[in-house]
């Protein structure tokens, strides 16, 4: 497949960065298959990337923390709970979902399992 490059600058990076924070953690999507894209969450995390890289990457580093970001954590649940399959998916199917709703945010294994739990009741 034919692989693309984009040039951008420090500004365009944040503005990609804020389109995909918008398009993936809207409260009432106009594409919901969106959010929970494989492809976008992996874009959305090369993008995190280049901004930690960037001069003011400890202050990105700090921003990405999903503890830091508690209404993410939660737009992504309630993306999720959207989910029909959910309640079927084994262990690993669901931290599979979970992990692409949460990019491009960075959290523990303990983190992740938080949201699991959340999602499926236990929180």
Known sequence: MDRFDLHLDYYGLLSLHKA???ARFHENPENELVAGSPLVADIHAQVRDL???SDKGSQW???FQLRNRPDR???AIMLIRKCKRWDRLSPDGKKKIVTGYLSPFLYSEAELDEVIAA???SE
């Open 61 to 63: 580093l700090e921003w």
């Open 73 to 75: 954590r939660n737009r």
């Open 119 to 121: 999602l499926d009741g």
């Open 51 to 53: 901004l930690i890289k």
């Open 20 to 22: 995909l924070l918008e």
